[in-house]
């Protein structure tokens, strides 16, 4: 007589394979560097002195409701991940890093591409305007230490990426 905690083992594995797709889409889902999680993502190519191209895949933030919770409470960021804020227009734009928990470069670019100011290493947490000396258009914001690693410098531009 078949005891009451024994099954047939085909009843048990006709449960995994749904239950792993189920688990995949999930992670997928709420991932915070995936597609799926509601993100518009976008390749920025920067050009730099040295002849590389060093490419990002990042998220658009065009919006203000994007602007204002930039990558605040990430506990993570892809390598070759970050954030692209479009004001949509030039004008002096000030950052900060409230409720920011990584370290970040924050490349200032205008309208045309060139960079014309990098705070590299920024501090978490902190309340201290960060700004280009001049209006910019956009601020893309990376992973600290990620410009002095690719050797990025004031004067490289973006040649491929920003929104027109």
Same mark, same amino acid.
């Given at each position: 007589?078949?005891?009451?905690?024994?099954?047939?083992?085909?009843?048990?594995?006709?449960?995994?394979?749904?239950?792993?797709?189920? +688990?995949?889409?999930?992670?997928?889902?709420?991932?915070?560097?995936?597609?799926?999680? @509601?993100?518009?993502?976008?390749?920025? +190519?920067?050009?730099?002195?040295?002849?590389?191209?060093? =490419?990002?895949?990042?998220?658009?933030?065009?919006?203000?409701?994007?602007?204002?919770? @930039?990558?605040?409470?990430?506990? %993570?960021?892809?390598?070759?991940? +970050?954030?692209?804020? %479009?004001?949509?227009?030039? $004008?002096? =734009?000030?950052?900060?890093?409230?409720?920011?928990?990584?370290?970040? &470069?924050?490349?200032?670019?205008?309208? %045309?591409?060139?960079? =014309?100011?990098?705070? $590299?290493?920024?501090?978490?947490?902190?309340?201290?305007?960060?700004?280009?000396? =001049?209006?910019?258009?956009?601020?893309? $914001?990376?992973? @600290?230490?990620?410009?002095?690693?690719?050797?990025?410098?004031?004067? &490289?531009?973006?040649?491929? @990426?920003?929104?027109?």
């Amino acid at each position: 007589m078949p005891s009451l905690f024994t099954r047939p083992l085909i009843s048990q594995r006709r449960y995994i394979f749904p239950a792993f797709l189920l +688990g995949l889409f999930l992670v997928l889902l709420f991932h915070p560097s995936c597609v799926l999680a @509601g993100q518009e993502l976008s390749e920025i +190519g920067i050009h730099s002195a040295d002849g590389q191209v060093h =490419v990002f895949k990042v998220e658009i933030a065009a919006t203000p409701e994007k602007q204002a919770k @930039g990558l605040m409470f990430r506990r %993570d960021l892809a390598l070759d991940g +970050g954030m692209l804020f %479009d004001f949509l227009r030039t $004008e002096p =734009v000030a950052m900060w890093m409230k409720n920011t928990f990584l370290p970040l &470069d924050m490349f200032f670019i205008t309208a %045309d591409g060139l960079i =014309v100011m990098i705070a $590299e290493r920024t501090v978490p947490g902190s309340l201290a305007a960060i700004s280009a000396n =001049v209006p910019v258009r956009f601020v893309l $914001e990376v992973n @600290g230490g990620t410009a002095s690693r690719l050797r990025l410098k004031e004067g &490289d531009r973006v040649i491929r @990426g920003l929104p027109k």
